[in-house]
């Protein structure tokens, strides 16, 4: 039967990262400020928003898929809108539209502002896009609408000015800008006032942070941080090698608030393939950054990306990957096999020349090993005793509450009378190689 939407209501699918789930509580935002309000399901939607990610392999071809299912509604749903946002259209540009009927309109993630105008046309009869970068557009002034109460993700800024072989980024979010020193600590005052228990600076490169207005880098930023929310656990996300300076380290060391764990992509462990990546630098600077890591912040957490089979990648510098997981020992890595993504610097420059077969298998060796030192890495804490975020229900059990440690490793505990929200001392008594299980420890005198 077909059925008139509510006009003015939206709802947003978001896919991929959390730069992407923050980006959609500034859309939610902007949308509200124009009289639009959020939808409980998509059913009930005037307009369907698909914020996407182009990062991953296959991105088009989930975005297709749930395009198909948004087209069989917009014939049962008269006057629904869709519209398809973020990264995939700004790099598939107008081509995105003959992808599936059901899109009505497309905004780069530069051109939020202009939702509403798009969805005016839309309704004019056009079929519009705007996709142009912004180099100044932070959204600043914008108060994101958060999911939860417990943790919230703070951009502190957009884009990246590296150009990493095998990454779209550079192509789909602009030039790197940052947001002022003055409207982060803003921000963050006003979630310490909201009783927010953890806050996530987030960037594509967030330790290339540099204060558009007074030169402050991402040390400061981070000490200013950690001063104004002095109750909050402080994180950070993604940092690249090459930014991570001793001062920044310092400042990590400094405050107890500021989580003890850093998340640095590596992707190789070969020197000659971190060339042909235009990572930047070397495996041996990489190593002697994580030493000055480890020397000054004791009981830190490393975690980082690999990326398997790269153009060019011989048995050796899959050795050498190897190596560099044995040798580290990383809590947790975010292991793939290459796939090219048009456009970026490896697929206009390089040939793809692993077999997938041999990329599966290198890859396959990657897992085992990693899965098998995260594995010793838990399995050693059993016995101790941790300071644990509750965040969530467990998905198993509703007596059981899920939350992480400072240094981000996920643990499930008994409930007893504990609320999401509460921090507290947990005894870990058992692991696996990705979760650790355990009871509250009300005694407990030593934290780690
Ligand atoms: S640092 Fe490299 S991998 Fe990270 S977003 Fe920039 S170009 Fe992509």
Same mark, same amino acid.
């Given at each position: 039967?077909m059925?008139?939407?509510?006009?003015?209501?939206?709802?947003?699918?978001?896919f991929?990262c959390q730069?992407n789930q923050?980006d959609s509580?500034?859309?939610?935002a902007?949308m509200r400020?124009?009289g639009y309000? %959020?939808?409980e399901?998509?059913?009930?939607?005037?307009?369907?928003?698909l914020?996407?990610?182009a990062v991953?392999?296959?991105?088009?071809?989930?975005?297709?898929?749930?395009?198909?299912r948004?087209?069989g509604?917009k014939k049962?749903?008269?006057?629904l809108?869709v519209?398809v946002?973020?990264?995939?259209?700004?790099?598939?540009k107008e081509e995105?539209?003959?992808?599936?009927p059901?899109?009505d309109?497309l905004?780069?993630?530069d051109?939020?502002r202009?939702? %509403?105008l798009?969805?005016e046309q839309?309704?004019?009869?056009?079929?519009p896009l705007?996709?142009?970068?912004?180099s100044a557009e932070t959204?600043?002034?914008?108060?994101p609408?958060?999911?939860?109460?417990?943790?919230a993700?703070?951009p502190?800024m957009?884009?990246?000015?590296?150009?990493?072989a095998?990454?779209v980024v550079p192509?789909?979010?602009?030039r790197e800008?940052s947001h002022?020193?003055t409207?982060?600590?803003?921000e963050?005052r006003?979630?310490?006032?909201?009783?927010?228990?953890e806050i996530?600076?987030?960037g594509?490169?967030?330790?290339?942070?540099?204060?558009?207005e007074?030169?402050?880098n991402?040390?400061v930023?981070?000490d200013?941080?950690s001063?104004e929310a002095?109750?909050?656990?402080?994180r950070f996300?993604?940092?690249?090698?090459?930014?991570?300076?001793e001062?920044?380290?310092?400042?990590?060391?400094?405050?107890?608030n500021?989580c003890n764990h850093?998340?640095? %992509?590596?992707q190789s462990?070969?020197t000659?393939?971190?060339?042909?990546?235009?990572?930047?630098h070397?495996i041996?600077?990489y190593?002697e950054?994580?030493a000055?890591i480890?020397?000054?912040?004791p009981?830190?957490?490393?975690t980082?990306?690999i990326?398997a089979?790269?153009?060019g990648?011989q048995?050796?510098?899959?050795?050498?990957?190897?190596?560099l997981?044995s040798?580290?020992r990383f809590?947790l890595a975010?292991m793939f096999f290459?796939?090219?993504?048009p456009g970026?610097?490896?697929?206009?420059?390089l040939?793809?020349?692993v %077999?997938?077969p041999v990329?599966?298998r290198r890859l396959?060796?990657?897992i085992?090993?990693q899965?098998?030192?995260?594995?010793?890495?838990?399995?050693?804490?059993?016995?101790?005793?941790v300071e644990?975020?509750?965040?969530?229900?467990?998905?198993?059990s509703s007596q059981?509450?899920?939350?992480r440690t400072?240094t981000?490793?996920v643990?499930?505990?008994d409930?007893?009378h504990?609320?999401?929200?509460?921090r507290?001392?947990?005894l870990?008594t058992?692991a696996?190689s990705?979760?650790?299980?355990g009871?509250?420890?009300h005694?407990?005198?030593?934290?780690?």
């Amino acid at each position: 039967m077909m059925r008139t939407v509510v006009r003015n209501t939206f709802y947003i699918h978001t896919f991929g990262c959390q730069m992407n789930q923050a980006d959609s509580g500034i859309i939610t935002a902007l949308m509200r400020q124009e009289g639009y309000s %959020p939808a409980e399901s998509e059913d009930e939607a005037g307009i369907i928003l698909l914020n996407t990610c182009a990062v991953r392999e296959n991105a088009v071809d989930r975005i297709e898929n749930y395009l198909q299912r948004l087209q069989g509604l917009k014939k049962r749903h008269k006057g629904l809108i869709v519209g398809v946002v973020g990264c995939v259209p700004q790099f598939q540009k107008e081509e995105m539209f003959s992808i599936s009927p059901a899109i009505d309109f497309l905004a780069g993630p530069d051109k939020y502002r202009s939702l %509403p105008l798009l969805i005016e046309q839309v309704r004019a009869g056009l079929r519009p896009l705007s996709l142009e970068f912004n180099s100044a557009e932070t959204y600043e002034g914008i108060d994101p609408v958060r999911q939860g109460s417990i943790s919230a993700f703070v951009p502190v800024m957009r884009g990246c000015n590296n150009m990493c072989a095998f990454c779209v980024v550079p192509f789909t979010r602009g030039r790197e800008r940052s947001h002022p020193f003055t409207s982060v600590i803003s921000e963050v005052r006003q979630l310490v006032a909201s009783g927010y228990r953890e806050i996530t600076l987030l960037g594509q490169n967030v330790n290339s942070y540099s204060d558009p207005e007074e030169g402050r880098n991402f040390a400061v930023l981070l000490d200013a941080v950690s001063r104004e929310a002095p109750m909050a656990r402080i994180r950070f996300t993604t940092s690249h090698p090459k930014d991570i300076s001793e001062a920044l380290v310092r400042t990590l060391a400094d405050h107890p608030n500021l989580c003890n764990h850093i998340h640095l %992509p590596v992707q190789s462990g070969s020197t000659r393939m971190l060339e042909l990546m235009n990572r930047g630098h070397t495996i041996q600077e990489y190593r002697e950054k994580l030493a000055l890591i480890r020397s000054i912040i004791p009981g830190v957490v490393l975690t980082t990306d690999i990326i398997a089979g790269f153009c060019g990648e011989q048995e050796d510098d899959h050795q050498a990957t190897l190596e560099l997981l044995s040798d580290v020992r990383f809590d947790l890595a975010y292991m793939f096999f290459y796939s090219e993504r048009p456009g970026t610097l490896a697929a206009r420059t390089l040939e793809d020349d692993v %077999p997938e077969p041999v990329k599966k298998r290198r890859l396959q060796e990657i897992i085992d090993l990693q899965n098998r030192i995260s594995e010793e890495l838990y399995q050693g804490a059993v016995g101790t005793v941790v300071e644990v975020l509750a965040e969530s229900e467990s998905k198993r059990s509703s007596q059981q509450l899920m939350g992480r440690t400072a240094t981000n490793r996920v643990v499930v505990f008994d409930r007893e009378h504990y609320q999401t929200g509460e921090r507290l001392n947990v005894l870990i008594t058992s692991a696996t190689s990705a979760t650790l299980i355990g009871k509250p420890d009300h005694a407990a005198n030593h934290v780690v």
